[in-house]
């Protein structure tokens, strides 16, 4: 069955310096892969998505991760963060078989130290 | 993307009653999903709700409790019935504008649900 492992609960850097979130998945096939950010109060905004190609995709407000199958892992990078990037990061894998589903992980708080 | 609406954005309910919350989308779509969020915990799906059939729950939540309709394809509400304070949660909808094919998924702001 499809699972998804962000090994970090809780995560502080410092303002400006640069961020790795870690997720590791279990699927069978070509994963389609997405990283979700949900900000206090706030519903769950894309960040980016992996579908094929590429394995560095490019994100919204300065986000980037890295597909390595070898490694079966999709971590979030952003090379300055921003105190306004303090959320809670989602990593999530696509359950396949057209059905729309997500299997979500289970969260990293990112912490912004000014 | 898809601009999505949920309704209430919070409430504070009694125990033993019932809240229906409501999700609209812009567009139409085919497949919209509903999510629970128990305090600091990641998103539990609770059912597909696709329009024309009736919903699919996942193991653990049962339509008794949770009643969804579908009545439109940009229209859907979740009522959580017999409400106690373990049903405590963030309430979320989603949709899939292609019809599941790429699994992605596009949220509304939740329904911040409190039981006393």
């Known amino acids: 069955a499809q699972s998804v492992t962000q090994p970090d609960i809780h995560i502080t850097v410092s303002e400006g310096a640069s961020l790795e979130l870690r997720c590791n998945y279990s699927?069978?096939?070509?994963?389609?892969l997405f990283w979700y950010v949900q900000s206090p109060g706030q519903g769950l905004q894309l960040l980016l998505k992996?579908?094929?190609?590429?394995?560095l995709v490019q994100g919204i407000k300065g986000f980037e991760a890295e597909f390595k199958r070898s490694q079966s892992s999709f971590n979030l990078r952003k090379p300055s963060v921003h105190w306004s990037d303090a959320a809670e990061y989602f990593c999530?894998?696509?359950?396949?078989?057209?059905?729309?589903?997500?299997?979500f992980g289970q969260g990293t708080t990112l912490q912004v130290k000014p | 993307s898809a601009v999505i609406s949920q309704k209430p954005s919070r409430d504070i309910c009694q125990r033993g009653t019932s809240l229906t919350i409501q999700c609209q989308v812009d567009?139409?779509?085919?497949?919209m999903f509903w999510y629970r969020q128990q305090p600091g915990q990641s998103l539990t799906l609770i059912a597909t709700a696709n329009q024309g059939s009736e919903a699919t729950y996942e193991s653990g939540f049962v339509i008794d409790k949770f009643p969804i309709s579908r009545p439109n394809l940009t229209f859907s509400t979740l009522t959580v019935s017999n409400m106690s304070p373990e049903d405590s949660s963030i309430y979320l909808c989603?949709?899939?504008?292609?019809?599941?094919?790429?699994?992605?998924?596009?949220f509304g702001p939740g329904t911040r649900l409190t039981v006393l």
């Open positions: 699927y069978g096939a070509t994963p389609y």
């Open positions: 989603s949709v899939d504008r292609a019809g599941g094919q790429y699994n992605e998924q596009f």
């Open positions: 567009s139409q779509v085919t497949m």
């Open positions: 999530a894998v696509g359950a396949g078989s057209n059905t729309g589903k997500l299997i």
């Open positions: 992996y579908f094929s190609g590429d394995t």
